[in-house]
């Protein structure tokens, strides 16, 4: 029987801002899904980043599975009920829908789902992302599978060979999943020329061309299509399993090392360096800087293992550095050019207001 790992995560509340669930929030969440969750499901396990909390769930169901994600949906309305008996700030504020309709894609909180028959060990990698969107993955999957200056398994294993087929969705088309397959090694300048715009053009999943088996999958919710408006950045999750055939952990972490900057900080509007981070950690400067977790498990017959933080080693210390001061840096440009996310991104906010009112004062010169 095949086993489906499913990361459903949202923000629905949080201590002083934008900084970290509280403690009685995230205990309400844990305890509703650890009973609700027996004989429903084989485990769970529950995380926050930043100001988000995350449900690992290890189930037979099966993706976009109604019970599996109901269960996620009213663990996150309980959690919501004790953030407004806290009066924490922005309580549910990721669940933008009344009615849970099936399953939670495209009501707020952002998922990433794998089935697979489990191999004899079967680790992956569980990411989640605070104050950033999808596209802060292109870079790392990309350089992970399809670059041999970070993953030398694709010159040295004969199982990568062959490549990967990445899956690319179009975010901003809103009608519907608007996709494109491209496969490396063949179309790696098409996939580069697609990943550079992350606010538009986000990887959905990616497959091993030498087994066919699923490696990756990206949460790609745009909450600004689903709310019409700004109501908090992506925070997107991503699953991604490694050995074997697939890359080694390492060269999956290691991309992570160059802290590329992604869109996120304050009000999901700037620019920053995305910070590899230890779990539960939370957020700060400038309502950031963008951060991203990452717990290694194996799982058996459903079964998780205890996790281990990939990100917790002295070696983070020196890239968490780095990032600091990529974050200093570029905030000293404030509002500036390169600082500050395009127009387009910036749609939902209060400066289309003030475009509005500015426009009419524009003259054309005789």
């Known amino acids: 029987m095949k086993t489906t790992l499913s990361i459903i995560k949202a923000d629905i509340g949080s201590v002083g801002g934008h900084i970290a669930p509280s403690r009685q929030l995230f205990s309400v969440v844990k305890e509703y899904v650890e009973d609700a969750s027996r004989g429903v499901v084989n485990d769970v396990f529950i995380s926050s980043t930043g100001d988000d909390i995350a449900l690992l769930i290890s189930h037979q169901q099966g993706v976009l599975n109604e019970q599996v994600h109901k269960l996620a949906w009213d663990a996150f309305l309980e959690g919501t009920k004790r953030a407004k008996q806290q009066g924490l700030y922005g309580a549910g504020q990721d669940l933008l829908k009344d009615a849970f309709t099936g399953n939670v894609k495209g009501m707020g909180p952002?998922?990433?789902?794998?089935?697979?028959?489990?191999?004899?060990?079967?680790p992956f990698l569980m990411f989640a992302a605070d104050k950033t969107d999808p596209g802060a993955y292109n870079l790392p999957v990309y350089l992970a599978f399809a670059d041999p200056m970070?993953?030398?398994?694709l010159i040295l294993a004969p199982k990568m060979?062959?490549?990967f087929k990445f899956t690319i969705m179009d975010v901003s088309y809103t009608e519907g999943d608007r996709v494109i397959e491209l496969n490396t090694p063949e179309d790696i300048y098409d996939?580069?020329?697609?990943?550079?715009?992350n606010q538009r053009f986000v990887v959905e999943s990616i497959h091993s061309r030498e087994d066919g088996e699923q490696v990756v999958s990206v949460s790609t919710t745009r909450l600004h299509n689903i709310?019409?408006?700004y109501t908090g950045k992506d925070d997107p999750v991503m699953l991604v399993r490694v050995?074997?055939?697939f890359p080694a952990t390492g060269e999956v972490l290691a991309p992570f090392s160059i802290c590329h900057y992604v869109a996120g900080f304050m009000r999901g509007s700037h620019t920053g360096p995305l910070m590899p981070v230890k779990r539960n950690s939370t957020i700060s400067f400038f309502d950031g800087p963008p951060i991203v977790s990452c717990m290694a498990f194996c799982v058996h017959n459903g079964k998780l293992t205890h996790p281990a933080d990939a990100f917790d080693h002295p070696?983070?210390?020196?890239v968490r550095d780095k990032a600091s001061r990529k974050a200093y840096e570029i905030r000293e440009q404030g509002f500036s050019g390169a600082a500050m996310l395009p127009y387009s991104e910036l749609e939902y906010g209060g400066i289309v207001k003030k475009m509005e009112k500015l426009e009419p004062q524009f003259e054309v010169r005789q």
């Open 150 to 153: 970070y993953n030398s398994g």
């Open 191 to 197: 996939i580069a020329a697609l990943l550079r715009d």
């Open 227 to 229: 709310a019409g408006k």
């Open 110 to 122: 952002a998922v990433a789902e794998i089935e697979f028959e489990e191999r004899p060990n079967e």
């Open 315 to 318: 070696f983070w210390d020196y």
């Open 161 to 163: 060979e062959k490549g």
């Open 243 to 245: 050995q074997g055939s």
